[in-house]
């Protein structure tokens, strides 16, 4: 398939989205929201209580936690608040999520920024696999190009356009509406435009956003502002969410959402971030056995077309290499 054919089944996607009921779509993506809240730090005592007042609104809000539980497929599993906390060992704060008496939802997380792809698949409205290019138009003439392994949620009204970039990549095409501004959120990072082209991705926790024409404003997790930072065409931002840094330049236009075309364009992103990217071409799982390695910070241009020889090519610099153990494992570790 070309890929810029918009495939089979995508009008059935958008149908999906534009028809099911508005307020059973947001209480899910609500519960769904308290659960990664719950995976991240399962042990937190306001995050527990916040779960079990939401759940406890309505029958409808019940519903919808059940409904995320059962992705997590531990549903009818009950696991008190007081033995979770009491008995919490590093793994088990890991793999269990307590709904404070009512019913347990688990799920393994590799890191923080982790989303099982069961629950990933159940919020978002359009998702690709790993290598797969595809372009998805919206309602208002807007369209995204998804990169690999990449997952978006939509959320039009009469006053807003809202995109939620779950995982991965993705290159907007923003059709001008003087009226309503077109917003992309990934992990409280939010990106805003009128009428413009701009590429995202979230990677690792390592955010980037490079503009192709317009203006899009960029506001990161805890901006007090109100205007954020606005970037111009040629310029692009990064964001990492591990140290809230930030760093801003500028990249010739045919760089900008290069990995359309096969290629890979970096500027200072860490080498986490990048391997997770990267994997998105990769079949299987890429592990970094190396906490340290992921931290290091790069720079380049890498062929997706060979993504193994890319990851090599990542980490070389650093004394490391890579392995494929098996046609679903590769490992990145010190030589």
């Known amino acids: 398939m070309d890929r810029n054919e918009e495939p089979a089944g995508s009008t059935d996607l958008k149908k999906g989205y534009m028809n099911e009921a508005p307020q059973d779509r947001r209480l899910f993506r609500e519960a769904a929201d308290l659960a990664i809240r719950l995976q991240n730090d399962p042990n937190n005592q306001v ?25 997590h497929g531990m549903t009818g599993k009950i696991i008190s608040e007081e033995r979770a906390l009491a008995n ?54 807007s369209v995204i190009t998804l990169g690999p392994d ?11 356009r809202e ?17 309503r501004a077109f917003s992309v959120n990934t992990d409280s990072f939010v990106a805003t435009a009128l009428g413009t082209a701009f590429d995202i991705s979230n ?90 390695l992921r931290s290091r910070v790069v720079s380049g241009v890498f062929d997706l077309q060979d993504p193994l020889s890319a990851l090599q090519a990542v980490v070389r610099p650093f004394g490391a290499r890579v392995r494929e153990v098996g046609p679903f494992m590769t490992i990145i570790s010190p030589v």
Do not use: C
């Not at 990161?220 to 930072?229: L, S």
């Not at 986490?272 to 190396?290: C, E, F, M, N, P």
């Open 88 to 141: 919490a060992s590093p793994v088990l704060s890991r793999r269990n999520l307590v709904l404070g008496g009512l019913v347990g939802v688990g799920a393994i997380a590799t890191a923080s920024w982790s989303i099982p792809k069961a629950l990933l698949r159940a919020r978002s409205d359009v998702m690709t696999a790993i290598a797969e290019i595809r372009n998805f138009e919206l309602p208002d003439g």
């Open 203 to 292: 990677d690792a926790g390592f955010i980037s956003v490079s503009v192709d024409r317009g203006i899009v404003e960029a506001r990161a997790p805890g901006d007090a502002t109100r205007a954020g930072m606005r970037i111009a065409a040629g310029e692009w931002l990064s964001y990492d969410a591990s140290t809230s840094a930030t760093s801003h330049g500028s990249r010739e236009k045919f760089q900008i959402g290069a990995w359309r075309t096969g290629m890979l364009v970096a500027e200072k992103e860490t080498v986490g971030a990048l391997v997770a990217k990267i994997s998105r071409w990769q079949h299987g799982t890429v592990v970094v056995a190396d906490p340290f």
């Open 47 to 71: 995050s527990l209580e916040m779960v079990r007042a939401w759940v406890s609104r309505s029958p409808e809000h019940r519903a919808a936690w059940a409904r995320v539980a059962a992705i």
């Open 163 to 179: 995109i939620d970039l779950l995982a991965g990549m993705a290159f907007f095409e923003i059709a001008h509406d003087a009226g």
């Open 150 to 160: 990449t997952a978006v949620a939509v959320r039009f009204t009469a006053a807003q």
